[in-house]
């Protein structure tokens, strides 16, 4: 499989500041997504980042709250901005495309934990 | 809108045993399936994954089926094993390239 690293891979923040989530890929892959899985729930897709345009993003999130950068095909970054403690998940990178390992199958990197007080 | 139903949302089991996880989708017009598993606070491994047009797939002591016509797809564990305890969640993809659609996960806790 890809191998998918995330930084950091936990924090601990305080209300009202933001966090910059890294994702990097070993090789390069076509879609990159960005993903929530909230305490206890599953996993929810925040939005697919595009390279070198803005991300599509899903009903109920919104540019302006979590901006998403892709500047080429194995790194993004996913900002949670103005946080508040309902924003406290696990957010997780995936990728899909990886050429030798099937077109089709995503995959994910390690998450970062991000507890907001 | 897709919706994925997984049940049991948790099993324990002894050791050895062989078991059944269930996935529903309600909108049988799917890309694939995936099973992936997920342990505690860390991200998700993929298993097996199913193309619409497949039966089943096998990976060692595992096995995915795929009933596209009725909404279900089921995973297999052989001879289950303290180390297969982990959250097992079913996806399903409606389309090239979109996004997964997740259900709520199995619990599966195997008893030494």
């Known amino acids: 499989s890809a191998v998918i690293s995330q930084k950091p891979s936990r924090d601990i923040c305080q209300r009202g500041t933001s966090l910059t989530i890294q994702c990097q890929v070993d090789s390069q892959v076509t879609m990159m997504f960005w993903y929530r899985q909230q305490p206890g729930q599953s996993l929810t897709l925040i939005a697919t980042a595009n390279q070198g345009s803005e991300a599509t993003y899903e009903s109920g999130f919104v540019i302006d709250k979590f901006p998403i950068s892709r500047p080429n095909l194995t790194f993004s970054t996913l900002t949670v901005s103005n946080m508040s403690p309902e924003d406290s998940s696990i957010y997780l990178c995936s990728v899909e495309g990886v050429r030798e390992r099937g077109p089709d199958t995503q995959y994910f990197g390690p998450g970062t934990r991000l507890t907001v007080l | 809108k897709q919706e994925v139903t997984q049940i049991p949302a948790a099993l324990s089991v002894p050791e050895g045993e062989n078991l059944v996880l269930n996935c529903s989708f309600t909108d049988s017009a799917i890309y694939n399936l995936q099973w992936f598993r997920q342990d505690p606070g860390k991200g998700l491994t993929s298993l097996l994954l199913?193309?619409?047009?497949?039966r089943e797939q096998t990976s060692g002591r595992l096995n995915a089926s795929l009933d596209k016509s009725s909404g279900r797809s089921t995973l297999y564990i052989a001879a289950s094993q303290p180390g297969d305890s982990a959250t097992y969640l079913c996806?399903?993809?409606?389309?090239?390239?979109?996004?997964?659609?997740f259900g709520e996960g199995t619990q599966l806790t195997v008893n030494p």
């Open positions: 996806a399903v993809k409606e389309t090239s390239g979109s996004r997964l659609t």
């Open positions: 199913i193309q619409s047009s497949q």
